[in-house]
Nanobody, 125 residues
Framework: QVQLVESGGGLVQAGGSLRLSCAAS????????MGWFRQAPGKAREFVAA????????YYADSVKGRFTISGDNAKNTAYLQINSLKPEDTAVYYC??????????????????WGQGTQVTVSS
């Protein structure tokens, strides 16, 4: 119903920046919330940030506040995650996800019905 494709990951040095993109296609009209999650090696998947497509509401995990910025471009059906001041502990596979309701804004993974394949972010010290 909804397909998500992430891009923009890579290898960067600590202190650097990246912008991840998530292109959505299919039944875009059913999406209310776009979110980003990440999973580091040996760890559980964790919520990073979420936004309503309208941009009126955004939520961030405490661990990324001030360094990560989520945004969306309705015209391009694309969500973005700007990551600044990267740290080695940010190393993870980053996943884009889409949900039908506003309830997903607070980051519960079970609320997201659609997921991308992930993009690797590796931060060297």
């Amino acid at each position: 119903q909804v397909q998500l494709v992430e891009s923009g990951g890579g290898l960067v040095q600590a202190g650097g920046s990246l912008r991840l993109s998530c292109a959505a296609s299919g039944r875009i009209a059913i999406i209310y919330t776009m979110g980003w999650f990440r999973q580091a090696p040996g760890k559980a998947r964790e919520f990073v940030a979420a936004t309503s497509w309208s941009g009126e509401s955004t939520y961030y995990a405490d661990s990324v506040k001030g360094r990560f910025t989520i945004s969306g471009d309705n015209a391009k059906n694309t969500a973005y995650l700007q990551i600044n001041s990267l740290k080695p502990e940010d190393t993870a596979v980053y996943y884009c996800a889409a949900a039908r309701s506003s309830s997903a804004l607070k980051g519960e993974a079970v609320m997201y019905a659609f997921w991308g394949q992930g993009t690797q972010v590796t931060v060297s010290s």
